[in-house]
C-alpha cells in the first residue's frame, strides 16, 4: 500500500510559477514510477508528468519547457515546478504511483487526493 499527499496548489496570475510536492509513505519510494496528473472541471484526467525510479523524466507536450519534475528519494517526494502558468493550466492536480509511467491512468495503482491549482489571466 502506498499513501500519496499533495501540496502546494493554489491561485496564481498568468505567467506566475507553482511547486506541487506529492510525500510518498508505504512502499520503497526509490522503486516507485511516479505521475502527475491534472483534471478540469468537464474534462478527463489528463497526463501532465512523469518520472521513473531511475528518473527518466517524461512530460505532456503543452507543458514541455516550463513544467520540471523531480524527485528525492531520501525524503519519499516528487515535485512538479509549474512555471509560466498559464489559465489552461488550472486544474486539480492529482499524484499517482504505479508500475510503469503512462499517459493511462489505468497503470497507476495509488493516488493522492489532488490539489487545486487556479491560474487567473
Known amino acids: 500500500q502506498v499513501l500519496l499527499v499533495e501540496s502546494g496548489g493554489g491561485s496564481v496570475q498568468a505567467g506566475g510559477s507553482l511547486r506541487l510536492s506529492c510525500a510518498a509513505s508505504?512502499?520503497?519510494?526509490?522503486?516507485?514510477?511516479m505521475g502527475w496528473f491534472r483534471q478540469a472541471p468537464g474534462k478527463d484526467r489528463e497526463f501532465v508528468s512523469g518520472i521513473s525510479g531511475s528518473s527518466e523524466t517524461y512530460y505532456r507536450e503543452s507543458v514541455k519547457g516550463r513544467f520540471t519534475i523531480s524527485r528525492d528519494n531520501a525524503k519519499h517526494t516528487v515535485y512538479l515546478q509549474m512555471d509560466s502558468l498559464k489559465p489552461e493550466d488550472a486544474a486539480i492536480y492529482y499524484c499517482?504511483?504505479?508500475?510503469?509511467?503512462?499517459?493511462?491512468?489505468?497503470?497507476?495503482?495509488?493516488w493522492g487526493q489532488g490539489t487545486q491549482v487556479t491560474v487567473s489571466s
Open positions: 499517482a504511483a504505479g508500475r510503469e509511467i503512462s499517459t493511462n491512468t489505468h497503470a497507476f495503482d495509488y
Open positions: 508505504g512502499r520503497t519510494f526509490s522503486n516507485l514510477n
